[in-house]
């Protein structure tokens, strides 16, 4: 028999939950040395989390842009315009947005659960869009595809939020390089989908075949999903309260399970909490339209790539794919120099926001890094626009995409580790909120793509993103200066983190600014597992 945890520290609950039968519980807390607290896990544990959690995002915007090179192949096929071809793309993105409806089961049920129920989806989702031959069922089976693949992008930062619960605000060096990884993962899967995509259209008579190497790649990653364990601190220890109670502790009970909530209050604490913080929460709003402009000019790339170095340098079709591995170089170098220029920000002054002898928050300093992102990604953008012309040599607008792709992982890593630090327990309802916002905007960017390259060429459509993408660079110097005070004004962050204040209570006590029930006692309770 093994033991997981001993004196597990348990709270008197407060006059709320004794209201709640069964009476004179008690509440199950975890250790400071716990083992079954995930930010207690080992490092190796923490990493093989990560690597696998980095996987299915990777996969999952794999499916979107895997898609884009066979858009002409299925406009010969079914007798389709361009507009048409590229919903499939576009409805693939826009199922991410369904991320809310996923908060939910990832903050109710845990997080392993609700991906064992989405993959299921995707794998038969998948299979339907890749064999039948309908575009109507494509298109609408692409988009449940994107649906089912919102479970991975959504509950990644949850997840990181629960190994690095207790080093949020220090961000030691393993959890900003696992951060990184999974911002890479999200952000390259769909330029190394391009790259594999234009081989297999040009290789391939039947134009679903870029559709059915997604199939097989979703299938194939399938069986991981039971080595991943489960991360989410209040269903852990609801699992380990009804242990007890089986061992004859009637008593002992988690906070989790006691809230006994109807249908319209587990709507109202998990579905509209997304919706609620992209309404009124000033740092979701802000990181959302950033991430938002970054993510729908990927997905305009997809479309504008081929226009620019097919048709107007001449590169053969197959090998198209290949201009992006200058995006996904610029993200390497995202991901190497991060550390370096975090560390570097936290000696960095900035005169002009930051008055003389004080001293940032650690979340506010880091951010400090996202403003040379935020420059260089107008300055790809100009730079691929006014080169994308035959006149210039196709190196030219390649070379632009090393720039682009470091403001991309940077400006998405930066911006959803800041939501992920400020509202803690609830990153998956921030990251929900962020991902609906940027998949329902950026889903009409393959759409849109169209209709700007016709009437305004490569130069001057690229060129009008680069304005926009200027005229949001006051947003991080908003957030460095006042983030604190948006912080302390935000109902959900207050509340994110004192749940986390009492459900990693040492010893059964709360700080006393964070205490709000009486004082907890500890009895000599004994977490074992079955023998």
């Known amino acids: 028999m093994s033991v997981s945890s001993r004196h597990t520290v348990v709270e008197q609950p407060s006059d709320k939950e004794k209201a709640v039968p069964p009476t004179d519980v008690e509440i199950v807390v975890f250790q400071p040395d716990d083992p079954e ?11 093989l989390v990560m690597v696998l959690t980095s996987i299915y995002v990777f996969c999952a915007v794999f499916g979107s842009a895997v898609y884009a090179p066979g858009e002409e192949k299925i406009r010969q096929r079914f007798g389709v315009n361009a507009d048409v071809s590229s919903t499939g793309l576009t409805m693939y993105v826009l199922g991410f947005g369904f991320a809310p409806l996923i908060s939910p089961l990832t903050e109710h049920l845990g997080r392993k659960l609700p991906y064992h129920m989405s993959w299921v989806m995707l794998v038969v989702s998948s299979a339907l869009s ?3 031959e309908n575009i109507a069922v494509i298109l609408l089976f692409r ?47 769909p330029c190394f989908a391009t790259l594999f995509g234009f081989f297999i259209a040009a290789n391939t008579v039947n134009a679903l075949w870029v559709l059915r190497v997604q199939f097989f790649f979703v299938l194939a990653i399938w069986p991981l999903l039971f080595v991943l364990p489960e991360t989410y601190g209040p269903v852990i220890l609801e699992r380990r309260a009804k242990r007890l109670r089986k061992e004859g502790k009637a ?6 399970e006691l809230h006994h909530r109807t249908l319209s209050q587990i709507l109202s604490g998990h579905v509209v909490r997304p919706f609620a913080m992209i309404i009124y929460e000033p740092i979701v709003q ?31 079709f197959q090998l198209c794919g290949l201009m992006f591995i200058s995006v996904s170089v610029g993200m390497v170098i995202s991901v190497l120099t991060f550390g370096p220029l975090v560390r570097l920000s936290e000696r960095v002054r900035l005169p002009l926001i930051e008055r003389k002898g004080e001293k940032l928050p650690m979340e506010e300093t880091h951010l400090k890094v996202v403003i040379i992102a935020c420059l260089c990604l107008p300055i790809s953008l100009f730079w691929f626009a006014w080169t994308s012309g035959p006149e210039t040599h196709w190196i030219a607008p390649a ?90 004004r935000s109902r959900h962050a207050k509340e994110a983190h004192e749940f986390i204040a009492r459900m990693h209570a040492q010893n059964g006590e709360l700080d006393a600014d964070e205490r709000s029930e009486p004082v907890p006692v500890v009895v000599d309770v004994e977490s074992k597992s079955a023998e």
């Not at 607290?37 to 990493?47: I, T």
């Not at 390259?453 to 009008?464: A, E, R, Y």
């Open 399 to 488: 070379l632009a995409g090393i720039p682009f792709g470091f403001a991309n992982v940077s400006i998405f890593f930066a911006f959803t580790s800041y939501t992920s630090r400020t509202y803690s327990i609830w990153a998956s309802s921030a990251s929900a909120a962020n991902t609906f916002f940027r998949s329902v905007v950026a889903s009409v960017f393959p759409i849109l793509a169209h209709t700007i390259v016709d009437n305004l060429g490569t130069k001057w459509g690229v060129t009008v993103f680069a304005f926009i993408s200027l005229g949001m660079i006051p947003i991080p110097f908003i957030f460095i200066r006042y983030g604190a005070a948006l912080r302390a």
């Open 286 to 316: 802000g990181a959302a339209v950033w991430i938002t402009i970054t993510y729908g000019i990927l997905y305009f790339f997809f479309e504008v790539y081929p226009v620019v170095f097919i048709q107007q340098h001449g590169i053969p």
């Open 130 to 132: 890749a064999f039948v």
């Open 143 to 189: 988009f449940f595809a994107g649906c089912a693949s919102a479970c991975a992008l959504n509950t990644g930062p949850g997840i990181v939020a629960d190994l690095y619960a207790k080093d949020l605000h220090a961000l030691g060096q393993e959890s900003l390089i696992t951060r990184l990884d999974s911002a890479f993962c999200a952000l390259s899967g």
């Open 251 to 256: 008593n002992v009970w988690a906070a989790h």
């Open 37 to 47: 607290d995930p930010s207690q896990w080992s490092l190796g544990k923490k990493r």
